[in-house]
């Protein structure tokens, strides 16, 4: 099992520029979580899918950002425009089931750096 | 120790010894507790878990103690190795929402060899 792969491990934009952050949760999970970490607020929830439908977006920071997940193997995460203070690293995890309740398996994390 | 929401502390001890990492947590409404550990360039690593009818579980050199009283966690480490250098977080599940972990900011552990 290669677990949760995230895409790309670290990334350099333009303030104003567009930010698209991918995820591959492990396959058979239904649950798929976004969270970013940053040293002032910690890991925040941003975004919760079951069974590929957002289920909870209330930690998404504002319209700039947005989430998709099309199918069971792939989800996005999108920012745009892109601001300096979005620089963060942008976990992806995902867990068996909704009530799974062994914890998440997270991904490596997508650095992001908006300059 | 470590508060749900605040600062970041650190903890260094030498090979070899006991470590204990502290959690308090605010909510009592929170039933379902998580130790993760966290390495430099990776992402949280599930570590043990416990839910709130218990007060004690053991792992593979980890125990986590809870006490609900004073609402206060605490992850220890047996016989610490360099290995176990990381950021510790714990999580809670609050109310029973059973994907909503809310993360505490996290204790720096440093073993030194």
């Known amino acids: 099992d290669a677990g949760v792969i995230q895409s790309p491990r670290h990334e350099v934009t333009e303030m104003g520029q567009e930010v698209t952050l991918r995820c591959k949760p492990i396959?058979?999970?239904?649950?798929l979580f976004w969270y970013r970490q940053t040293m002032m607020r910690g890991l925040e929830l941003l975004i919760y899918?079951?069974?590929?439908?957002?289920?909870?977006d209330s930690g998404m920071p504002e319209d700039r950002f947005s989430a998709k997940m099309p199918n069971a193997s792939f989800s996005t995460l999108k920012i745009q425009p892109s601001e300096p203070r979005d620089s963060a690293v942008y976990f992806c995890?995902?867990?068996?089931?909704?009530?799974?309740?062994?914890?998440?398996?997270f991904g490596s994390g997508t650095r992001l750096t908006v300059v | 120790g470590e508060s749900v929401g605040l600062h970041l502390p650190t903890l260094s001890v030498q090979e070899g010894d006991n470590s204990i990492i502290n959690c308090a947590y605010s909510?009592?409404?929170?039933?379902?507790f998580i130790w993760y550990k966290q390495e430099s360039g990776k992402g949280p690593q599930f570590i043990i878990d416990?839910?709130?009818?218990?007060d004690k579980r053991q792992g593979q050199r980890v125990t986590v103690l809870l006490n609900k009283t004073v609402k206060h966690l605490s992850l220890q480490i047996a016989a610490t190795q360099p290995g176990d250098s990381a950021v510790y977080f714990c999580?809670?599940?609050?109310?029973?929402?059973?994907?909503?972990?809310?993360f505490g900011k996290g204790t720096l552990l440093t073993v030194n060899p």
């Open positions: 995890a995902s867990s068996l089931r909704q009530g799974d309740r062994n914890g998440y398996t």
């Open positions: 396959s058979g999970h239904n649950s």
């Open positions: 899918f079951n069974n590929n439908v957002p289920i909870d």
């Open positions: 909510n009592s409404a929170s039933d379902y």
């Open positions: 416990i839910r709130s009818n218990m």
């Open positions: 999580a809670e599940n609050i109310g029973g929402s059973n994907y909503k972990l809310t």
